[in-house]
C-alpha cells in the first residue's frame, strides 16, 4: 500500500581517492549501518541498494527518522577515513516499497534524486518533501542544513562515539566505554565534541514534529 516514506540517495565523495578495494568496504559499512536502521523501524524498510559503483539508497517506511538516518550513516563513512564523506539528497513524500528498491516507486524517490543532483560545492544535503503544512519545509531545510554543519567536522573518534549513542534507545556513557576499552569520561568528551548533544536534540524535535504531522 502507498503512504509517506522518506527516501535517502547518496554518493561517496570523491570516491576516486579511496580505491575500489576500501571503497568496497566502506559500501559494507554503509549496509551494516543500514541493517542497524532497518532494526529500529515497524514495518522493516528494503535494504540498501549501492548503485552506479559509488552511490547507494535506502528508503524509510517512518519519514520521522529521516535526520536519524543520515547522520548515523554520514558517521559510519567518517568513522571509516575522517576525510571521507557521503552527499545525501532526501525525498518525503508518497511510494510504495516492494521487497527490493527496485521494485519501489513514488514521489519520494523522484524528489531525492533530484537533491542528490542539485547539491552543489561543500553542500553535503539537501531535502526536499511533500509535508503537510508547507511553511514546515524551509524549517526542516534549515535543520538539516544546521546538522549537516555541526557534523560535517567530525574526527573519526567523534563520528565512532555519535554512532554509537545515536540509537533511539541511546545507550549510557559507561556502556559504550566498556564496548571501546575506554573510560566514561572519554567518551562523554568526544561525545560533546561532536555536537552530540544538541544534535540528539535536533533529531527529537524532528522527530516529535513529523510523528505528529503524520498521525
Known sequence: MPGMICVLTGDIVRSSDLGNGKLDELMQ??????????????????RLERFRGDGWQL???????????????????KTFDQDADT???????FGT????LAESRGSAFEMSGMQL?????????????ELEHGRALPLVRALFSACEGLSS??????????ARMAGPEKPKYAEVAE???????????????????SL????????????????
Do not use: C, Y
Open 153 to 162: 567536522g567530525w574526527t573519526s573518534k567523534q563520528a565512532d562515539i555519535f
Open 87 to 93: 552527499r545525501i539528497g532526501f525525498g518525503i513524500g
Open 179 to 197: 564496548t571501546l576499552g575506554v573510560s566514561a569520561q572519554t567518551v562523554q568528551e568526544h561525545f560533546a565534541k561532536a555536537g552530540g548533544r
Open 97 to 100: 516499497l516492494g521487497a527490493a
Open 117 to 129: 543532483e542539485k547539491i552543489r560545492g561543500p553542500d553535503r544535503w539537501a531535502i526536499d518533501g
Open 59 to 77: 528508503a524509510l517506511t517512518n519519514p520521522a527518522q529521516a535526520l536519524r538516518a543520515g547522520l548515523l550513516l554520514r558517521a559510519i563513512v
Open 200 to 215: 540528539l536534540r535536533a533529531i527529537k524535535g524532528f522527530e516529535q514534529a513529523l510523528g505528529s504531522e503524520n498521525g
Open 29 to 46: 559499512e554503509l549496509d551494516r549501518g543500514a541493517e542497524t536502521i532497518r532494526r529500529w523501524i515497524e514495518p522493516a524498510s528494503p
